[in-house]
């Protein structure tokens, strides 16, 4: 299990350097989002992560990889901190919006590990306080 596991996290490495590869300079939003800041933000992702092998959430401002979601498991750092949460349907959860926040988000998605991905860019603005 733990080889599947540590396969898994090196398919997903490799899906996020290959989508990553581009600057925030570089790349243009295809969405936009509006969030007020002490609220639950949900950025939205119109993909079923349930029949996806590969799913992953980045910070594209810090570079930090946010969520994972390798065949229905969740995890990742702000998985864990509990600041950041996955849908069935692989909308990004952000459980208290902060200033913080206010970044571009890349959502990368892959159907199997050997199979091709795609992503895109959501740019979020926080209003309030």
Same mark, same amino acid.
């Given at each position: 299990? *733990?080889?599947?596991?540590?396969?898994? !996290?090196?398919?997903?490495? $490799?899906?996020?350097?290959?989508?990553? *590869?581009?600057? %925030?300079?570089?790349?243009?939003?295809?969405?936009?989002?509006?969030?007020?800041? /002490?609220? +639950?933000?949900?950025?939205?992702?119109?993909? =079923?992560?349930?029949?996806?092998?590969?799913? *992953?959430?980045? =910070? %594209?401002?810090? /570079?930090?990889? $946010?969520?994972? !979601?390798? @065949? /229905?498991?969740? =995890?990742?750092?702000?998985?864990?901190?509990?600041?950041?949460? $996955? @849908?069935?349907?692989? #909308?990004?959860? $952000? @459980? =208290? %919006?902060?200033?913080? !926040?206010?970044? +571009?988000?890349? +959502?990368?998605?892959?159907? #199997?590990?050997? /199979?091709?991905?795609? #992503?895109?860019?959501?740019? %979020?603005?926080?209003?309030?306080?």
């Amino acid at each position: 299990m *733990a080889i599947l596991d540590t396969g898994l !996290h090196l398919a997903f490495t $490799i899906i996020l350097a290959l989508s990553s *590869a581009t600057s %925030v300079e570089d790349t243009e939003c295809i969405q936009t989002q509006y969030f007020e800041i /002490g609220t +639950v933000g949900l950025i939205p992702c119109s993909c =079923n992560a349930s029949s996806l092998a590969l799913i *992953a959430w980045v =910070n %594209v401002n810090e /570079g930090k990889t $946010i969520l994972l !979601h390798p @065949n /229905g498991k969740k =995890n990742g750092e702000g998985y864990e901190s509990g600041e950041f949460d $996955i @849908n069935s349907n692989g #909308s990004l959860l $952000i @459980n =208290n %919006v902060t200033a913080s !926040h206010e970044s +571009v988000f890349r +959502v990368s998605t892959a159907i #199997s590990l050997m /199979g091709s991905s795609s #992503s895109k860019l959501i740019c %979020v603005h926080t209003t309030g306080m």
